[in-house]
């Protein structure tokens, strides 16, 4: 299922493995149980993830915006830096702002 998923190069990957494409919505709703792999740009809920059959996969995960926004990142990175600063010592210092700013 592509049908949330605005980059040509994902379909034709998916094309090229000789898979067949969902790419309508209408489509999607009626087939969602038959796709193998759903792949989205947008964040996923867990109500959509906890759809998913034992067949299939997604391409996020529910929370995952904590890992791939910068701010989040920081933020995540500093708390285990605290937690474990031997294994945590390889991110370079960073600030939020406006919160550190005055560290800033």
Known sequence: DVSTCCYDLVRSSVTACGWKLLESADETARRAQRCHMYWTDRSVTRTRVACLGEHQVINHF????ALTS????????????????DDYNFAPESWLLPEDHAAF
């Not at 529910?62 to 915006?65: D, I, N, R, T, V």
Request: aromatic share 0%; charged share 15%.
């Open 70 to 85: 910068k701010s989040s990142l920081a933020t995540n990175l500093k708390k285990m830096q605290l937690l474990h600063p």
């Open 62 to 65: 529910p929370g995952m915006l």
